[in-house]
Structures are given as structure tokens and as C-alpha cells.
């Protein structure tokens, strides 16, 4: 299965990246059908390094839904000024293992407006299942790029040392 979104987002692509990076965004992004909690020590990190994560989905927030590894690297090879995200993992326990294969990319780039161009592909497959798995997919990439479009224009981004510098010279 393969579902799509291509959404123009109300902030720098800048802020876009960093927001798409940040498993904080992820939470508000799905919420409130879900929410992840890490499974690793020291929790969920500030920005996805490349690698796996291991994490549980909870089912509106709170009840726990299986196991999942989020498996993240940052593809190059492409375009000048498109920045992309790669999650190669999936669900290892409940209902969202029947995905056998998940492929999720997400691709920001300037607009000439100095907004975002947001890209969003997932190519999944869930076997025999996938008839009855597609549409409640594709029903909640929409709430996704719904949440995407409502959250970005209180993303910013702080090139790094800004709010240093910014908090030394206000001292």
C-alpha cells in the first residue's frame, strides 16, 4: 500500500526539519489516537539520531498497544535543498505488527515564499490484511498532514549557540 501527502506548511523549512526530527512533534502529530513512550534508557531523545529506537505505541495515549522499533536514517543523494527522513522499523507486538514491511519518508524543501514544501510516502504492506488496513492508513496520514498543518506555524528553529548568545546578552 502506498499512501501520500504533499502539503505546503506555514513555517521555514528550517523549522519543518527540525520539527519532523523531534519525537516530541511525533507525539503531538498522532495524538490523541496515539502516543509512543520509549523503551529505552534514558527515554526519547530530543532529535532521532540514525538507528533503532524501541518504543510502545499506547492506543489513545494511554493504553499500550504493542511494541515497535522506530529505524531512522537520513538518506542523501538528493536534490539540493531537500532534507528527508527515513523510518525503516515497524511493530513487533499488537495490531500494528500485521504491517510486514513499513517504509515511511518524509521530505522537507523550500517554497519561493520561504515556506515548506512538507512530502510524506509510506509504502507499506500488511499481506492478506492489507484491504482491510489501507483505509484506516490512509484515514490517519490525513489526521497526520491535518495536525502537520495545524502545528507548524508555532515551529521555529534556533540555529545552534542563538539562544546562548540571545540569553547572554539580555543578562
Do not use: K, N
Not at 499488537?94 to 520561504?114: E, I, K, T
Not at 484491504?131 to 498532514?145: D, E, S, V
Amino acid at each position: 500500500m502506498r499512501v501520500l501527502l504533499r502539503l505546503t506548511l506555514d513555517c521555514t523549512p528550517d523549522a519543518a526539519w527540525r520539527a519532523i526530527r523531534s519525537p516530541a512533534v511525533l507525539r503531538e502529530v498522532v495524538a490523541p489516537w496515539l502516543d509512543f513512550e520509549s523503551l529505552e534508557p534514558g527515554g526519547l531523545p530530543p532529535v532521532w539520531p540514525e538507528g533503532r529506537h524501541r518504543v510502545r505505541a499506547l492506543a489513545f495515549r494511554r493504553y499500550p498497544a504493542g511494541d515497535e522499533f522506530v529505524d531512522i536514517d537520513y538518506p542523501g543523494g538528493l536534490p539540493e535543498g531537500v532534507r528527508m527522513l527515513r523510518d525503516g522499523g515497524g511493530a513487533i507486538t499488537g495490531p500494528l505488527a500485521v504491517f510486514r514491511r513499513w517504509d515511511h519518508r518524509m521530505a522537507v524543501s523550500a517554497l519561493p515564499d520561504g515556506r515548506t514544501l512538507y512530502r510524506d510516502r509510506l509504502l507499506a504492506s500488511a499481506g492478506p490484511w492489507e484491504p482491510a488496513a489501507w483505509y484506516p492508513t490512509w484515514l490517519f496520514w490525513q489526521w497526520r498532514g491535518r495536525r502537520l498543518r495545524e502545528l507548524a506555524p508555532g515551529w521555529s528553529y534556533d540555529p545552534p549557540g542563538t539562544a546562548d548568545a540571545a540569553a547572554a546578552g539580555a543578562a
